[in-house]
């Protein structure tokens, strides 16, 4: 399967743990985007990553939140104490030409 | 009000209906594009459509941006249940960086069969 790969697809996590979130871009892709989806929301920006580099990390929380995308291995987002609040859908999606970008089917992080 | 707001919220017809959504937005824009979301699931992308472009034709959607109005809409023609889906359109703008994508909070589509 040639498609944007994310695991887990669920994830639950006791206030104070840690989350890790994996993503494999589609082949040939070196751009990877990561949103976070509220409940009853659309998908909000987090960051943006090419191999080794943050490009845009704008929507990024100023804490406990940090995006990796190593030159081998899958793209991490990484949820330092979760809370509550962090509980939602993340989507990582990869961009190949005209902008289109390919969504995986997502990790549901439930915080308890 | 955010960048990309789709109306309505929620929309129920009848098979063989068609269904229109609508999308605002805010910016300039290079791209706006639709995706869809089954409940659960991740986003396909339907159709993109250029700044330039004023209507986009894919099987039975059909998009229109409209520029000047900063606006957009998807029409799905002869609609079937298994179109029932949350749609949410999405632009790349000239002031943000690379592909990065702002979605509106999306329509909830319902066919009843």
């Known amino acids: 399967n040639a498609g944007v790969m994310q695991n887990p697809r669920h994830l639950v996590r006791r206030r104070g743990q840690e989350a890790r979130l994996r993503c494999s871009p589609m082949?040939?892709?070196?751009?990877v985007y990561w949103y976070r989806q509220l409940p009853e929301e659309g998908l909000k920006f987090m960051v943006y990553?090419?191999?080794?580099?943050?490009?845009?990390e704008s929507g990024m929380p100023k804490e406990r939140f940090s995006a990796e995308f190593p030159k081998e291995g899958p793209s991490i987002l990484r949820i330092q104490q979760v809370v509550r609040g962090d509980s939602a859908a993340y989507f990582c999606?990869?961009?190949?030409?005209?902008?289109?970008?390919?969504f995986g089917a997502g990790t549901r992080l439930s915080v308890l | 009000s955010q960048q990309g707001e789709e109306d309505p919220q929620a929309l129920s017809i009848q098979e063989g209906e068609n269904a229109t959504m609508n999308c605002s937005y805010k910016?300039?824009?290079?791209?706006l594009q639709w995706y869809r979301q089954n409940s659960g699931r991740g986003l396909v992308h339907l159709i993109l459509?250029?700044?330039?472009?004023r209507e986009k034709h894919s099987g039975r959607l059909r998009v229109t941006l409209d520029t000047s109005k900063k606006s957009s809409s998807l029409l799905i023609t002869a609609s079937r249940a298994a179109d029932t889906a949350s749609y949410f359109c999405?632009?790349?703008?000239?002031?943000?960086?690379?592909?990065?994508?702002?979605f509106g909070e999306g329509t909830q589509l319902t066919v009843n069969p």
């Open positions: 999606a990869s961009t190949g030409v005209r902008n289109i970008q390919y």
């Open positions: 082949k040939g892709h070196s751009h």
């Open positions: 990553l090419q191999k080794e580099n943050i490009i845009d």
């Open positions: 910016t300039s824009i290079n791209n």
């Open positions: 459509i250029r700044s330039n472009e």
């Open positions: 999405a632009t790349d703008g000239m002031e943000t960086s690379g592909s990065r994508l702002t």
